[in-house]
């Protein structure tokens, strides 16, 4: 039996590591015109409701 098996593969463990910045990008994608969305929402009942 070889040591081989015991070790994982460098290609898995180096494409965590580069889509890293892809998550946090489509993340901030999604996540920025989410944001202005609900700022706006909020805004907008607040003046619904006070007049």
């Known amino acids: 039996m070889s040591g ?12 965590g590591h580069d889509r890293r910045g892809l998550i946090v990008l489509v993340w901030l994608w ?10 706006e929402l909020v805004r907008k009942v607040t003046q619904l409701f006070t007049g």
């Open 30 to 39: 999604v996540g920025v015109p989410l944001a202005y969305g609900l700022y």
């Open 4 to 15: 081989e098996s015991s070790t994982s593969p460098p290609d898995t463990a180096a494409a």
